[in-house]
């Protein structure tokens, strides 16, 4: 493998930790106005909308006739109306009905190919005091133990980047549990060991509003403090200088540093909101923060918070702000006294405690405000708030008007929405709205988004570089339809061995050639962690292509890797056409037991029996990659056991579980079966079983198999999902 792709490979390994976290540097690009609406080249426009009652639940069962929609207080009809349940395959048909249908580029998902709520929280971890940070760890866990769906899409991103590789977009919750773990408290507060404690907020006002109470509050109050009196009869000033120019470095280092947290939390808050580009549907994102200070005179903090609310409304995007200290303050936060002894202080409070907290919460207010989402402020319950949240977002109604003057079509004019004869209820949008250009074809669509830069590297092809950067893509390539599937086999106590099984569409390649040749298909994949290990491969596979085909083309390949967590990525490129294509999966290694009881990935394949075939029926089957079923068929899943299965004096006890889940709730429960005592006896031995799948209705689902050891009480779980249809 040459170096280039090596070191694409190693930039496939953090691309999406850097697209979510870029330079932390200030954005002066000018921005269009904030919206919530999306054009098409029909100048037919969307809004979307949330109706909340007194209670802060959503109103359903609302009409087309009972809104008003107005512009500079003018009423616009209203085109198209329509009540929508984020995260579901509904959700794009009814985006794409309101734009006018879909196209064959763009087909629309099936019901068991719901997208799932994309949810993003960002962790303001410059701004989160230590103890705040811990009760936000504790409320991502108790999400994804208790309140994670199967189909949810779930980033967990920081200010400080210190997540690293797993902050990306995924539906894993191992991914989840471990960029949790790595959360640490990076709050800068000043390295001032003395009693005269100043502030953010304090610094800002003495540096850029010139507060000489305060000021000279500080200046009394650090004399105070290190006992700075003159001997009797002894000058004052040079002792009252001294202080002064302590305060005054201080001031100045503090306010340095909060102006430069407040633009990095915002220039990286807005990286994110641009990596969602091709995020189909309403996404929620969860900013969680102690609060911080912008001031338009100190920093361009103001006019980056500006463009992170025109952000959120271009890729549709709603802001919940969340304060994680709620009414827990401690003593640096809520000192509102001074206590020295000799009484030598001004009299002047040393904190505004009121002022100040609304200060810190000004930008939490506007980024919930401007993106049609809500400040949960005051609150010592952030998973109660997170709830709150995902219980208000679930529905909206999508509105669908058509400008119709220059002021108009220009994101000049004032929008409103209003539910008419009902003022108790109240509805929430983005203030403005935004109408963006239209790419003119696919290929600038992608890549504008989430595409490295293509140029081929010195000594590189351009179809190479194309791979590559299909490769470290921030989403998988859908062009040339692609899946994987990956499992591990623990063999030895170093090396896990991973299957990969890797599918393409043979209808798809070379799709308006006539010739019966073989399509070429270049393949590069890696296996690739945050630690620095990166296994890779590269082969080509021949096609031939067939229209009427209905099977797809599968081939394999084996990596030797350490106990960890991996993703594993592979890019297709078809050499005749050139088109593209990705696919990529997160896989946990655990760590082998010699002396305990171990089971390999599950491996699931379809097997679609006869009338009057058993479901024990012996016949081999194929293994699924997509793992994608029909209800008319059985799901036969096959793992190895290994250890604690031989024992000279009495035969082993193993029993194997399976159940299926949805939504994290049983929905099938297979009979308890003992591993066959042979089998058993076995250093590593296989089992298969089968679950049928007539019951289940279409949709996502979890197969999830426990192997117990009786005689010792130790077990082993795997999981692997699967979708009927």
């Known amino acids: 493998m040459t170096r280039t792709l090596l070191l694409a490979l190693l930039f496939a390994a953090c691309v999406c930790a850097e697209q979510l976290t870029v330079a932390q540097k200030p954005v002066t690009t000018q921005t269009p106005q904030t919206t919530d609406v999306l054009r098409i080249n029909t100048e037919l426009v969307q809004t979307d909308v949330t109706?909340?009652?007194?209670?802060?639940?959503?109103?359903?069962?609302?009409?087309?006739?009972?809104?008003?929609?107005?512009?500079?207080?003018?009423?616009?009809?209203?085109?198209?109306?329509?009540?929508?349940?984020?995260?579901?395959?509904?959700?794009?048909?009814?985006?794409?009905?309101?734009?006018?249908?879909?196209?064959?580029?763009?087909?629309?998902?099936?019901?068991?190919?719901?997208?799932?709520?994309?949810?993003?929280?960002?962790?303001?971890?410059?701004?989160?005091?230590?103890?705040?940070?811990?009760?936000?760890?504790?409320?991502?866990?108790?999400?994804?133990?208790?309140?994670?769906?199967?189909?949810?899409?779930?980033?967990?991103v920081s200010t400080s980047g210190?997540?690293?590789?797993?902050?990306?977009?995924?539906?894993?919750?191992?991914?989840?549990?471990?960029?949790?773990?790595?959360?640490?408290?990076?709050?800068?507060?000043?390295?001032?060991?003395?009693?005269?404690?100043?502030?953010?907020?304090?610094?800002?006002?003495?540096?850029n509003h010139n507060d000489r109470d305060l000021f000279n509050y500080l200046v009394s109050s650090t004399m105070n403090e290190y006992q700075l009196v003159p001997p009797k009869g002894g000058d004052p000033r040079g002792l009252a200088q001294l202080a002064t120019n302590n305060v005054r470095n201080r001031v100045r280092q503090i306010e340095v540093q909060t102006r430069i947290n407040s633009v990095d939390t915002l220039g990286v808050l807005l990286s994110l909101m641009r990596s969602t580009t091709r995020l189909p549907g309403r996404k929620l994102l969860f900013f969680v923060s102690d609060g911080f200070v912008v001031d338009a005179r100190s920093s361009d903090a103001l006019t980056l918070l500006k463009q992170v609310t025109l952000?959120?409304?271009?890729?549709?995007?709603?802001?919940?702000?969340?304060?994680?200290?709620?009414?827990?303050?401690?003593?640096?936060?809520?000192?509102?006294?001074?206590?020295?002894?000799?009484?030598?202080?001004?009299?002047?409070?040393?904190?505004?405690?009121?002022?100040?907290?609304?200060?810190?919460?000004?930008?939490?207010?506007?980024?919930?405000?401007?993106?049609?989402?809500?400040?949960?402020?005051?609150?010592?319950?952030?998973?109660?708030?997170?709830?709150?949240?995902?219980?208000?977002?679930?529905?909206?109604?999508?509105?669908?008007?058509?400008?119709?003057?220059?002021?108009?079509?220009?994101?000049?004019?004032?929008?409103?929405?209003?539910?008419?004869?009902?003022?108790?209820?109240?509805?929430?949008?983005?203030?403005?709205?935004?109408?963006?250009?239209?790419?003119?074809?696919?290929?600038?669509?992608?890549?504008?988004?989430?595409?490295?830069?293509?140029?081929?590297?010195?000594?590189?092809?351009?179809?190479?570089a194309e791979m590559l950067a299909t490769l470290g893509a921030l989403y998988p390539d859908r062009e040339l339809p692609a899946a994987?599937?990956?499992?591990?086999?623990?063999?030895?106590?170093?090396?896990?061995?991973?299957?990969?099984?890797?599918?393409?569409?043979?209808?798809?390649?070379?799709?308006?050639?006539?010739?019966?040749?073989?399509?070429?298909?270049?393949?590069?994949?890696?296996?690739?962690?945050?630690?620095?290990?990166?296994?890779?491969?590269?082969?080509?596979?021949?096609?031939?292509?067939?229209?009427?085909?209905?099977?797809?083309?599968?081939?394999?390949?084996?990596?030797?890797?350490?106990p960890g967590l991996y993703q594993v990525?592979?890019?297709?490129?078809?050499?005749?056409?050139?088109r593209t294509g990705s696919a990529r999966q997160w896989i946990r290694v655990p760590q082998r037991r010699p002396s305990g009881l171990n089971i390999s990935s599950l491996f699931l394949g379809e097997r679609k029996p006869a009338i009057d075939d058993p479901l024990s029926a012996?016949?081999?089957v194929k293994v699924s990659v997509d793992h994608r079923f029909a209800r008319t068929s059985v799901l036969r899943f096959q793992t190895y056991v290994s250890g604690e299965l031989s024992d000279t004096a009495t035969a082993p006890d193993v029993e194997i579980q399976a159940t299926v889940l949805r939504g994290g709730k049983p929905v099938l429960t297979m009979?308890?079966?003992?591993?066959?005592?042979?089998t058993a006896r076995a250093t590593s031995s296989p089992y298969w079983a089968e679950v049928p799948l007539a019951k289940l209705s279409p949709g996502h689902y979890r197969l999830q198999v426990v192997a117990t050891n009786r005689k010792t009480g130790t077990s082993v779980t795997e999981a692997a999902r699967f979708i009927v249809e």
């Not at 210190?162 to 800068?188: S, Y």
């Not at 308006?512 to 590269?538: C, L, P, Q, Y």
């Not at 009979?671 to 042979?678: D, G, Q, S, V, Y």
């Open 51 to 156: 109706v909340l009652d007194k209670q802060g639940r959503f109103v359903d069962g609302l009409r087309a006739d009972q809104f008003e929609l107005t512009l500079d207080g003018k009423a616009q009809p209203i085109s198209f109306f329509e009540r929508i349940n984020t995260g579901t395959a509904k959700e794009l048909k009814q985006l794409a009905a309101s734009r006018g249908g879909s196209t064959a580029a763009n087909p629309l998902p099936s019901e068991a190919e719901a997208p799932g709520r994309v949810i993003l929280f960002f962790l303001d971890d410059l701004h989160l005091s230590a103890a705040s940070l811990t009760r936000a760890r504790q409320a991502l866990s108790g999400f994804v133990e208790t309140r994670l769906r199967d189909t949810d899409q779930v980033a967990i």
């Open 162 to 207: 210190q997540i690293g590789f797993l902050q990306q977009l995924t539906d894993e919750p191992a991914v989840m549990r471990e960029a949790i773990a790595r959360l640490n408290n990076k709050h800068k507060s000043e390295t001032y060991a003395g009693r005269t404690a100043i502030s953010d907020f304090q610094a800002n006002q003495i540096a």
């Open 311 to 464: 952000m959120a409304a271009r890729q549709g995007i709603v802001v919940y702000t969340m304060e994680a200290r709620g009414t827990y303050y401690t003593a640096e936060i809520d000192a509102t006294s001074n206590a020295f002894v000799d009484g030598l202080a001004s009299g002047t409070s040393a904190r505004m405690p009121t002022i100040e907290t609304q200060a810190l919460r000004e930008p939490l207010r506007i980024l919930a405000d401007d993106t049609g989402g809500r400040a949960l402020l005051n609150s010592n319950s952030i998973p109660d708030s997170i709830q709150e949240a995902i219980d208000e977002t679930a529905a909206y109604y999508l509105l669908a008007w058509r400008p119709e003057t220059e002021n108009e079509r220009g994101e000049k004019a004032r929008l409103k929405v209003t539910v008419r004869d009902r003022p108790d209820l109240r509805v929430r949008l983005r203030k403005n709205y935004y109408v963006p250009s239209v790419p003119s074809d696919k290929s600038q669509t992608k890549a504008s988004s989430d595409s490295p830069n293509t140029a081929a590297p010195p000594g590189e092809s351009k179809p190479d």
């Open 484 to 562: 994987l599937s990956v499992g591990y086999l623990n063999e030895s106590d170093k090396n896990a061995t991973l299957k990969l099984s890797m599918q393409v569409v043979r209808r798809a390649l070379m799709p308006d050639s006539t010739e019966a040749k073989a399509a070429e298909v270049d393949v590069i994949g890696a296996a690739i962690d945050d630690r620095g290990v990166i296994v890779t491969f590269k082969q080509v596979v021949s096609v031939v292509p067939d229209q009427a085909a209905q099977q797809a083309v599968i081939w394999h390949q084996q990596l030797s890797v350490p």
């Open 569 to 578: 990525r592979v890019a297709l490129r078809e050499r005749a056409t050139g």
């Open 618 to 620: 012996p016949n081999a």
């Open 671 to 678: 009979p308890a079966a003992k591993l066959p005592i042979e």
